[in-house]
């Protein structure tokens, strides 16, 4: 009895952060800097929403994300009040919109 061959399939690519990157470029080319951080925010929510099967971030929970993710419970406090400035403010500068960045990216979520 002879087994046949079982082809071997390359993993299907995650697009969504190349994704991400592309809609981020335009915006910041456009200067739309608030649109640019609440797409960010809401991916980023999204994305813990996912990995660790957290549906809401408060005080209450800070301490739970922060042991999953690794990341010290002063990041994850200050990345959710900067989130909760880009959302209350009318106008997000580019400063905002790195710094935000930068704090959403010490959780290694891609």
């Known amino acids: 009895m002879l087994q046949r061959a079982i082809p071997v399939l390359d993993p299907l690519h995650n697009t969504t952060i190349q994704f991400i990157k592309t809609i ?3 915006y910041h080319r456009e ?5 640019a951080a609440l797409k960010l925010s ?3 929510t999204n994305v813990l929403a996912t990995k660790y099967y957290m549906n809401t971030f408060d005080e209450n929970t800070y301490k739970t994300l922060s042991a999953k993710s690794g990341v010290s419970l002063g990041d994850v406090v200050k990345t959710f009040d900067l989130i909760q400035v880009v959302k209350q403010s009318p106008q997000v500068s580019a400063e905002l919109l790195k710094q935000l960045y930068e704090d959403i ?4 979520i891609h």
């Open 31 to 35: 200067g739309n800097h608030r649109n």
């Open 105 to 108: 990216t010490k959780f290694k």
């Open 24 to 26: 981020g470029a335009l």
């Open 42 to 44: 809401s991916y980023f």
